[in-house]
């Protein structure tokens, strides 16, 4: 009679206790909103850091001041480290100081003007030592050679000069851009170009504007000292500068482009993934697999309850069995009853004759092997068994071994060779 397996309550198959499922559920969801909000209204906490003539810069040299008062007064600013001419399309784009330090600029920045409709080029002037006590700062400011600042405008085909005079008054154009502070500018000399904003009595340009080629419109801002963070420290340079990039980007974008000063980046899902604040929602993701994980290896969780004493069924029996026979020395006296079982069951299922003696037999049985193509031959068969029984205990294997061997040759003898296992 053999008895069922107890089995364990139903509760226990859960791989965790109700209050702490009920924790990591209200911490997952939760991490996940947290996530969600920073990644939708959060500040980008990867913004690069920088001491140099960019938007990224506090320093005087820098163009973030311009980038936070058009912020303040909800102009749309896009400060660009690719494609900044296709975002510009509506708007204006800003090449602010670019930095020329091979030929790759120089043919970055030529195709970038001329890919864009409105183009606003901000001539460099100054350069700044970056201060090792106050990362963003610089330590001291000066002036770069004027040949310097005519590169840029040779690279975009521009003849012009540049000069650095004093100016006692400044002249418009147009009333909708007010001048900018008077002082020590740098200016173009307006020979090819049409002058916007000059120093009085025709000392030179302070903007102008030209074609750069049959589709694109190229306005030249001279002096970069009104539109830094030193310049706009003077409210005249506000008011020009904001008056003049809402008349260039009819009511487009504003567009900083930040490639030329090294800041390039290419858009990327799996560098975005990786990115604050969009890693929040990769670790949280990455938390509940390792959860999954760690619910369904079987070493977590609840215990397992404790097998029977006495396992039950057919499984059980025949290895116990086994066991008992092995133990006791009697597994090499049970393969030969073993052997001799089967021999008798090939000799009824291939209707031997009756009057056959044990060695005619098995020359009968041999005859019909070779001529069913059997592999296994009965003589060898028994002297392989016979010569185990006297090495049993040392070579328990070749018991099971020789087992197989029995089963295979009466498959070969009643079903075939083909059919045998």
């Known amino acids: 009679m053999t008895t069922s397996a107890p089995t364990a309550p139903a509760s226990s198959a859960r791989p965790f ?11 997952g969801v939760g991490s996940l909103v947290v996530a ?20 990224y810069s506090q320093s005087m040299n820098g163009h973030r001041a311009l980038i ?37 600029a120089e043919r970055k920045l030529r195709a970038m003007a001329e890919q864009a409709v409105h183009v606003l080029i901000v001539l460099p002037r100054y350069a700044g030592t970056p201060d090792p006590r106050r990362p963003g700062w610089i330590a001291d400011r000066h002036e770069l050679p004027v040949g310097t600042v005519e590169d840029v405008l040779d690279v975009l085909d521009i003849d012009e000069s540049v000069d650095r005079v004093d100016a006692a008054g400044i002249e418009v154009a147009d009333d909708k851009v007010p001048p900018p502070s008077a002082g020590e500018l740098q200016v173009l000399s307006a020979g090819h170009v049409e002058p916007l904003v000059w120093v009085a009595g ?16 190229a306005w030249i801002l001279a002096d970069p000292g009104i539109i830094d963070n030193s310049g706009l420290r003077d409210r005249a340079n506000v008011h020009f500068t904001v008056g003049l990039l809402e008349l260039l980007r009819r009511g487009g974008p504003v567009v900083f482009d930040e490639t ?5 980046d290419q858009p990327s899902l799996w560098k975005a993934l990786f990115r604050f604040p969009l890693v929040l929602v990769t670790l949280h993701l990455l938390i509940c697999a390792v959860l999954l994980l760690w619910a ?35 597994d090499a006296p049970a393969l030969r009853r073993y052997l001799g079982t089967s021999i008798h069951h090939v000799r009824n299922d291939l209707h031997a004759p ?31 068994v016979w010569e185990v029984t006297n090495l049993a205990r040392e070579h328990p294997k070749r018991i099971i071994d020789l087992a197989a061997r029995i089963h295979r040759w009466r498959t070969e003898m009643t079903h075939g060779p083909r059919n045998a296992t």
Request: hydrophobic share 45%.
């Open 17 to 27: 206790r109700g209050r702490t499922l009920a924790i990591l559920i209200a911490a």
């Open 36 to 55: 969600l909000v920073l990644a939708a209204f959060g500040d980008d906490f990867s913004t690069p850091s920088s001491a140099a003539p960019d938007g």
């Open 68 to 104: 936070e008062i058009l912020g303040e007064l909800d102009v749309p600013v896009v400060v660009s480290r690719h494609s900044s001419a296709s975002k510009a399309a509506r708007g204006v784009l800003v090449i602010a100081e670019p930095q020329l330090a091979d030929e790759q």
């Open 202 to 217: 025709d000392r030179g340009a302070v903007l102008a504007t030209t074609m750069l080629d049959a589709d694109t419109r």
């Open 260 to 264: 030329l000063h090294g800041f390039e």
């Open 296 to 330: 369904a290896v079987g070493r977590f969780g609840p215990a397992r309850p404790a097998p029977p004493p006495l396992p039950s069924g057919k499984d059980f029996l025949i290895r116990n069995t086994a066991a008992l026979l092995h133990f006791g020395g009697h």
């Open 354 to 384: 009756r009057d056959l003696d044990p060695a005619a037999l098995r020359t009968w049985l041999e005859r019909v092997r070779v001529d069913r193509g059997g592999k296994i031959s009965l003589p060898d068969l028994e002297r392989e």
